[in-house]
Nanobody, 118 residues
């Protein structure tokens, strides 16, 4: 059973930088996400989870308007390590961040909390 483990969250100052990492644990013999679009989502308290960045197996990235020009998403060839690099953090970036497959998401991990302080 595949599990997503997100890490790298924490307290970041307004305008600061942060790097999030997601590792998909599963059968080491399978490149389970090699052909999947993978993404980072975030959830504000009391709100639905929203997609903020996604990347295809061909490394084509797309971003939501809320983070565009401030974040970069990376992936490894197998799609089992997904990273999100933040610059110029804003108060609205305060949220819990998750990663998952875009099509037919699997069970969600615990996420990693990001708090932007002024």
């Amino acid at each position: 059973q595949v599990q997503f483990v997100e890490s790298g969250g924490g307290l970041v100052q307004l305008g600061g930088s942060l790097k999030l990492t997601c590792r998909a644990s599963g059968p080491p013999s399978e490149s389970i996400f090699r052909y999947d679009d993978m993404g980072w989502y975030r959830q504000h308290p009391g709100k639905q989870r929203e997609l903020v960045a996604q990347i295809t197996p061909a490394y084509v990235a797309r971003y939501s308007d809320s983070v565009k020009d401030r974040v970069t998403i990376f992936r490894d060839n197998d799609g089992k390590i997904i990273r999100l690099h933040f610059n110029n953090a804003k108060p609205d970036d305060t949220a819990v961040y998750y990663c998952n497959r875009i099509t037919a998401p699997l069970d969600w991990g615990q996420g990693t909390q990001v708090i932007v302080s002024s």
